[in-house]
């Protein structure tokens, strides 16, 4: 159990063109999603935490007009980078809190910007 | 300084124990967790800890907490080629609602 999914796992866009990337969990309910961000050899930092039915709380330097979440059910909350330039290529990964304390993360979505 | 350090290399030969650190610095953690991320992947949760907790075990895994000086530890016993990854050593500080704190990530490397 435990398991989530993202979609899609790789994107390839042009500058000026928007992304949207699902975060689903697929045998359990998550009122809380976080989505992360990591560049190449770092770690991951919190962009921000995506709360069913609720606005997201978005980290302090992370833009919420250029990373707009959604988080429409308490299985599926999506990411979409606005107008995305190369400077937003990077790794994408959410996880979905099952309890107080469990975290777990999907596949991670690799998004290139040309 | 960082929130969450560790070192960001460890080798070890095939079959000996590996022993990857961690150090935190802020006191309120309530849960610490080890997490693991092969190349191109995502991460894939090891195990946690619970702060009022010293040690955990799981199968070839031991989690070692010292508290008073901040310190998390991952023991993997007999360690194996397909052990070989990234290590993320990660706080939270609240419940379900925070996100994870995560520290640069060590590479495990095994030589054999």
């Known amino acids: 159990g435990a398991v989530v999914s993202q979609h899609p796992s790789r994107v390839i866009c042009k500058s000026g063109t928007s992304v949207k990337i699902e975060c689903r969990s697929l045998d359990f309910q998550a009122t809380t999603m976080f989505w992360y961000r990591q560049f190449p050899k770092q770690s991951l930092m919190l962009m921000a935490t995506?709360?069913?039915?609720?606005?997201?709380?978005?980290e302090q330097g992370v833009e919420k007009d250029k990373f707009l979440i959604n988080h429409a059910s308490l299985t599926l909350s999506t990411l979409t980078v606005t107008s995305a330039h190369p400077e937003d290529s990077s790794f994408y990964i959410c996880?979905?809190?099952?309890?107080?304390?469990?975290?777990?993360f999907g596949p991670g979505t690799r998004l290139t910007v040309t | 300084g960082e929130d969450v350090e560790q070192s960001l290399f460890l080798s070890v030969r095939e079959g000996d124990s590996s022993v990857i650190n961690c150090t935190y610095t802020?006191?309120?953690?309530?849960?610490l967790y080890w997490y693991k991320q092969e190349p191109g992947a995502g991460l894939q949760l090891l195990t946690y800890?619970?702060?009022?907790?010293d040690m955990k075990q799981d199968q070839r895994l031991t989690v070692l907490l010292n508290k008073k000086d901040k310190h998390l530890s991952l023991r993997i016993a007999d360690t194996q080629t397909g052990d070989s990854a990234i290590y993320f050593c990660a706080e939270i500080r609240g419940g379900g609602a925070d996100g994870l704190t995560f520290g640069k990530g060590t590479h495990l490397i095994i030589q054999p």
């Open positions: 995506s709360n069913e039915g609720s606005k997201a709380t978005y």
């Open positions: 996880s979905a809190s099952r309890s107080s304390y469990e975290q777990y």
């Open positions: 800890i619970f702060s009022n907790m």
């Open positions: 802020d006191s309120s953690s309530t849960y």
